[in-house]
């Protein structure tokens, strides 16, 4: 959200002013009216506010931020299993599981005791 000014300023409006309903917060002056809808959309998404039809449900800012900060934690234990796959995808040679074994054939003889 760092990066949306207009969801920020929504936000901080919403937060100070806490409209109970849609039409209550476009009654309000000052909001970007162009992308309301998709503002209200990223808020929901991000775990600030609920829209229960026309009604709006608030989420402390705090709380909010923690569960965004524990999606962001689980993602990042899946870094490295998701570069390696990333790398695996970029390689063009292809990869075949095998076994060198270097010696004569006298290597695969069992050895005294081994059950046949």
């Given at each position: 959200m760092g990066g949306d000014p207009a969801?920020?300023?929504?936000l901080?409006?919403?937060?100070?002013?806490?409209?109970?309903?849609?039409?209550?917060?476009?009654?309000l002056r000052g909001?970007?009216?162009s992308d309301?809808?998709?503002v209200l959309e990223r808020l929901v998404r991000?775990?600030?506010?609920?829209?229960?039809?026309d009604r709006i449900l608030y989420h402390a800012p705090d709380r909010a931020v923690e569960a965004?900060?524990?999606?962001?934690?689980?993602?990042?234990?899946?870094l490295p299993d998701l570069t390696r796959e990333w790398q695996r995808g970029g390689n063009t040679a292809v990869v075949?599981?095998?076994?060198?074994?270097?010696?004569?054939e006298q290597q695969?003889?069992?050895g005294p005791g081994t059950p046949p």
């Open positions: 969801a920020l300023r929504v901080a409006t919403l937060l100070r002013s806490r409209p109970q309903t849609l039409p209550e917060l476009r009654g909001l970007p009216t309301l809808d998709g991000s775990g600030f506010i609920e829209l229960s039809g965004q900060a524990a999606a962001l934690a689980e993602l990042v234990t899946l075949i599981d095998a076994e060198l074994v270097h010696g004569h695969w003889r069992p």
